[in-house]
């Protein structure tokens, strides 16, 4: 049998090995490497999510360095941190796990915090070889980079049964030239791996504990499956983080075509882990989704928009050169224009604020047509304040709203106002001064001027 939501054998229970240990000194940061973004959410946090999905009994991240901000970011997670004081190697790193996974008896899932594409599909795939008829002591994820550079390498039979797996500063010339590369990841069971680990020496070029060597212990055989060079992609740079969000962005974009979504250069638009569109979407050039957005079906979204926490009805046009901030709550057949930043606040269905305005802590209703230049005056300098504007509203050009303060419904609002009381409905506001004209006061003032600047 085997459980409905991970697909796994009800009678194997799984826990998950993520080593995070590594210094990450190429990164030149203080953030610990595996919390570097990529769409928007830590590296680590990807893995997480992905091993949510096989619903594992234990989690535990083995870190060195950095262990309070790794344990802050796993908060909530179900993981527990296990430290690696000093750096002896992968094998070493995945022994200090031990404590963490006591009384545990099942498949053991060890992954990389810096390695965060590896697909639930794959994770699946290396669990379902280990528990294969021929029992292997263990399953190694093997790769096929273009670049095979300093990878390890496995030499393995057509069944992929390992015969040899080498670290590339031990192989022979023959080894390097072999292309299948060991990923690190690996699929091993409970009752075998800390007794495995035991066994392992030091004995190579760097003097460290390999994991890897557990797979050439004599006493039985290991396999490998292959996943895709991208899927493996390590990160131990900024170019190498930059190179994992490019493959990344690349596949979302073909997922979102794929699903019915039109993105006229799709190269220059930039998705989150979490961004949700709807069908019939067009997406014009140059526009950005961080982290929280929702799109419904038939939504324009034109060219140098950013978005982020924002919620967008059926039908809305937004853009160009728009910005939706956490918290906008665009209605179905709603427009946002160029140059109008909204945040905190809801617009309403149909509603229209289409040039040069800032929105924010506002509820606008349906249909109300707010004009260029107005803005919400929301925050005083210590407190923010919610502004209400009525559906069918007009608010013209160039005004302000001072908050707290309601538009009634159907009530108007004369360009250049500055409104600091309520409006009831179907009102005209008007807060300007009288006009006043000076027949020829410009030209006196400037015959003044120009005679007081030449006595000087």
Not at 302 to 307: D, E, G, I, M, Y
Not at 363 to 387: E, M, P, Q, W
Not at 392 to 404: Q, R, T
Request: net charge neutral.
């Amino acid at each position: 049998m085997t459980s409905p939501a991970s697909g796994r054998p009800t009678d194997r229970s799984l826990a998950v090995i993520i080593l995070a240990a590594g210094q990450g000194t190429r990164m030149k940061s203080s953030l610990h490497k595996v919390l570097h973004p990529v769409a928007g959410r830590p590296m680590l946090l990807h893995l997480l999510a992905s091993v949510a999905a096989l619903e594992p009994e234990r989690q535990v991240v083995v870190v060195g360095a950095g262990r309070d901000q790794v344990e802050a970011a796993v908060a909530g997670t179900g993981a527990v941190i296990a430290v690696q004081d000093r750096q002896l190697g992968t094998g070493h790193a995945v022994a200090q796990a031990h404590d963490a996974l006591a009384g545990f008896a099942g498949d053991v899932l060890i992954l990389y915090g810096d390695v965060p594409l590896v697909t639930i599909a794959t994770m699946r795939a290396m669990l379902d070889r280990l528990g294969r008829g021929d029992e292997p002591r263990a399953v190694v994820l093997g790769f096929r980079p273009e670049d095979t550079a300093a990878y390890g390498r496995i030499i393995a039979d057509g069944q992929g049964v390992i015969g040899k797996m080498v670290e590339y500063k031990d192989a022979s010339e023959a080894e390097r030239a072999v292309t299948l590369c060991n990923s690190g990841l690996m699929a091993v069971r409970s009752t075998d791996l800390f007794v495995l680990l035991d066994r392992i020496g030091n004995d190579n070029a760097a003097g460290e504990y390999y994991l890897p060597d557990i797979v050439m212990l004599p006493g039985a055989q290991s396999a490998v499956i292959e996943a895709s060079a991208w899927e493996v992609a390590g990160v131990n740079s900024r170019v190498e983080l930059a190179g994992v969000e490019a493959a990344w962005q690349a596949r979302r974009r073909l997922a979102v075509m794929q699903d019915g979504a039109t993105l006229i250069a799709p190269e220059t638009i930039f998705f989150s882990h979490d961004t949700v569109l709807g069908r019939d979407v067009v997406i014009e050039p140059h526009v950005v989704f961080a982290p929280g957005v929702t799109v419904a079906d038939h939504v324009t979204i034109h060219a140098f928009s950013h978005l982020e926490g924002a919620t967008i009805g059926e039908g809305a046009a937004i853009g160009p050169y728009a910005r939706l901030r956490p918290g906008a709550q665009i209605g179905a057949k709603a427009k946002v224009g160029n140059f109008v930043e909204i945040k905190k606040s809801v617009l309403g269905e149909g509603a229209k604020a289409n040039h040069l305005s800032y929105i924010g802590d506002a509820s606008v209703g349906a249909g109300a047509n707010i004009g260029a230049g107005t803005i919400t005056c929301n925050y005083d300098g210590f407190f923010k304040y919610r502004t209400q504007i009525g559906e069918g509203a007009f608010i013209g050009s160039n005004s302000a709203l001072v908050a707290p303060v309601s538009i009634g419904a159907g009530a108007i609002v004369g360009a250049g106002s500055v409104v600091t009381r309520d409006v009831e409905a179907d009102a005209l506001c008007l807060v300007r001064p009288p006009h006043e004209a000076k027949p020829g006061w410009a030209a006196a003032f400037r015959a003044r001027m120009k005679a007081r600047k030449a006595a000087k």
